[in-house]
């Protein structure tokens, strides 16, 4: 968000939050993961990030979409795009965890 509408939002008595405390986020088996983000708080995506997909954190199976993403066009419509789009990439992900999944169960069963 623009200092501008922060001042123009302060102007009408609304408070602007820092977004930096989204970034702790809870993981796997209560570990505390930590998403990068850029010098002004919003949190790095793809290769930025160093992350194979697009719209994907620091943290692997991690996705940020929207205003809180570094670089992101500010807009309801860009927000709402990326968001759709990072529904198609955690299903895409939750399918090769599965087949990652089976395919260990299967050499195990094998060697048992
Ligand atoms: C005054 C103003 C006018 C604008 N006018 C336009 C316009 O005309 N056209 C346009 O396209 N865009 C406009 N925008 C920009 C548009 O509002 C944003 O780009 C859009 O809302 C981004 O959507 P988002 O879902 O990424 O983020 P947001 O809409 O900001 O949603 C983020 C949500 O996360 C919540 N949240 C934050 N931290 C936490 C937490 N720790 N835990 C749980 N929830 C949390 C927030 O409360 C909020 O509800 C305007 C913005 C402002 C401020």
Known sequence: MSQYLIDELDRY??????RSEIAGL???QGR????TLD???FILTGA?????????TSV???????????????????AVGEG?????????RLARVATQ?????????ASS
Not at 48 to 56: D, F, S, T, V
Not at 84 to 92: K, M, P, R, S, Y
């Open 60 to 78: 692997a199976g991690v996705y940020a979409a929207g205003d809180v993403r570094a670089g992101s066009i500010k807009r309801c419509a860009t």
């Open 13 to 18: 008595g609304v408070a602007v939050r820092d």
């Open 48 to 56: 930025h990030a160093g992350a194979e997909g697009l719209l994907e």
């Open 84 to 92: 759709a789009a990072v529904v198609q990439f955690v299903h895409e």
């Open 39 to 41: 010098g002004d708080g």
């Open 26 to 28: 809870q993981g796997e």
């Open 101 to 109: 999944l089976s395919v260990v169960q299967a050499s195990q069963a």
């Open 32 to 35: 505390l993961h930590a998403v």
